[in-house]
């Protein structure tokens, strides 16, 4: 087993915002993490990370428990995370952003980024706060890759961005997940991009699971489209 | 022509000092996000260290002050400073002060309140013209503007530059990229304090050394900080040069009670009208070309 949630309770503070959650993937799982606004996901993707804090419940990779509030931790066994304002280190450039990342890799066989993404290679010199906002995104989910990880969890893949670019996003992280066994979770608001990327899926509601199973299945069923929508 | 040669030397040597101070100052602001008002007291630990160690050589004596001011900057950051980072900024700013307190006083007991001297270790005098200007001088603002060089190179173009760089950007996504806040805390306080703690000492052998003599360098150096770009490196250096410019071409002409009023009353209106600061072209330039 990769990597493995078991009861997480999780919040900022004295604010409990997600609990009892348990979860497992194996190498080369995609989880797709869907839910309404405010129902917990980016707390309960900061909580697994250790940039929020975890009340209760175990995380583990290959079995070995993980203390909390620790990315660091998570970073040496090879978990990376992408969060939803991209987190791009705005002064340094495009290559250095990448070149952290290098110097940061778990693995030894990370992708080629700049061939997942040619417009990056044209902006190599270009500090990462003056790119648009499609062009920080593909570095973050460049910088990601370029640590040769063994699971990315990537919060709001497509928020704010024109089709387009989420289209080339969702294209490089199929390539990826699908060739190298990466395990992928992935928060989007838009829950058929991320079924499409995504083997799997668990929804949300008020900070716990309200359903799970696979993309397929969930995807089918006429109820599970009525948990997405704000009610 | 002798007087602007004159005065050409005395900017060098003030602004290099205060280039160095600055550097180390915001170096603190970048990474920490704290205001330092000890940094000043710092420089009065240096100087005491060379009074202290006056009966070594002097080469030997400054490498050794370096290594009390990273100690200290060490002891300092794990001791006091990382049990009130998310306490706020006027807890910092309270804890900083007294920490400055602490070593004024600390040195008070320690060596008396009287004025101390060093001899420099070059006593000559160098002829440029009619101007006779001391050696000493010249060499350690050679030395600074060489280490100054050395730093901003690490900075620019190592890894480790590149970390500490990440770090002072988003210390949250450096901490997701497997980089240490807390070392690097505890790193950059402890260079930034050696480093004011060096300033110090290359100063010594030239002025009067008391305990309260780091107050008289903390304002430049400060208005030095935020005239540049939040979070620079390179940008207090230059902003050290502007300031002490600006007050070496005061002074020129004015007292310098005169000067300083005005320099400082400059420095208040240019941060009123830019509160962002100067984006120094060239430091861009090499950021974007690194």
């Known amino acids: ?231 | 022509m002798s007087s602007w040669v004159q005065i050409l030397l005395d900017f060098i040597w003030a602004s290099s000092g205060l280039a160095l101070v600055a550097f180390s100052l915001g170096l603190i602001l970048g990474e920490l996000r704290i205001v330092n008002i000890a940094q000043g007291d710092l420089m009065m630990v240096g100087a005491y260290s060379m009074y202290a160690m006056r009966g070594l050589p002097f080469l030997i004596a400054l490498p050794l002050t370096f290594v009390v001011g990273f100690v200290l900057g060490l002891v300092l950051e794990r001791g006091v400073l990382r049990w009130v980072y998310d306490k706020g900024f006027m807890t910092t700013l309270l804890a900083t002060w007294g920490v400055g307190i602490i070593l004024q006083q600390g040195v008070a007991t320690v060596f008396t309140v009287s004025q101390k001297g060093i001899d420099p270790p070059l006593k000559g005098l160098i002829e440029i013209g009619d101007v006779v200007y001391p050696e000493y001088r010249i060499a350690a603002a050679a030395g600074i503007i060489a280490l100054l060089t050395i730093l901003l190179l690490v900075l620019y173009r190592t890894a480790l530059g590149l970390r500490l760089r990440a770090s002072i950007d988003n210390v949250e996504m450096a901490a997701v990229l497997g980089i240490s806040p807390q070392r690097m805390f505890a790193m950059v306080f402890a260079l930034a304090t050696a480093l004011a703690v060096l300033a110090g000492a290359l100063i010594a052998p030239t002025i009067a050394i008391n305990p309260t003599l780091g107050l008289s360098f903390l304002a430049p150096a400060f208005f030095a900080v935020l005239i540049s770009k939040p979070g620079s490196l390179g940008g207090p250096v230059l902003g050290a040069v502007a300031v002490e410019f600006t007050f070496t071409l005061l002074q020129a002409y004015l007292n310098i009670t005169v000067a300083e009023s005005i320099l400082f009353g400059l420095l208040a209106i240019f941060i009123v009208l830019k509160p962002q600061g100067i984006t120094w072209s060239w430091i861009t330039a090499r950021e974007e070309a690194s």
Do not use: W
Request: charged share 20%; aromatic share 4%; proline share 5%.
């Open chain 1, 1 to 231: 087993m990769l990597f493995a949630a078991h009861d997480i309770a999780g919040g900022y503070g004295a604010i409990h915002i997600v609990r009892n959650i348990s979860f497992e993937l194996d190498a080369g799982d995609t989880l797709a993490l869907l839910g309404r606004n405010g129902m917990g996901k980016t707390t309960l993707l900061r909580t697994l990370v250790g940039l929020a804090d975890r009340f209760a419940g175990g995380v583990a990779v290959d079995g070995k428990p993980l203390p909390p509030r620790n990315p660091r931790a998570l970073a040496r066994l090879g978990v990376t995370f992408v969060p939803d304002d991209r987190g791009v280190f705005a002064r340094l450039t495009v290559a250095e952003n990448i070149r952290l990342a290098q110097l940061a890799a778990y693995g030894e066989t990370a992708p080629d980024v700049y061939a997942l993404f040619p417009d990056l290679k044209r902006r190599m010199l270009q500090p990462a706060g003056t790119l648009s906002g499609g062009q920080q995104q593909q570095l973050a989910i460049a910088r990601a890759l370029a640590t040769a990880p063994r699971l990315l969890i990537v919060d709001e893949l497509s928020q704010g961005l024109q089709p387009s670019v989420v289209e080339d996003l969702a294209r490089a992280l199929i390539e990826v997940t699908g060739q190298s066994g990466l395990a992928l979770i992935l928060v989007d608001q838009n829950p058929k991009l991320a079924m499409r990327i995504c083997d799997k899926v668990m929804v949300m509601q008020r900070g716990e699971v309200v359903a799970s199973g696979s993309s397929a299945m969930l995807g089918s069923d006429p109820r599970f489209f009525d948990l997405l929508i704000v009610s």
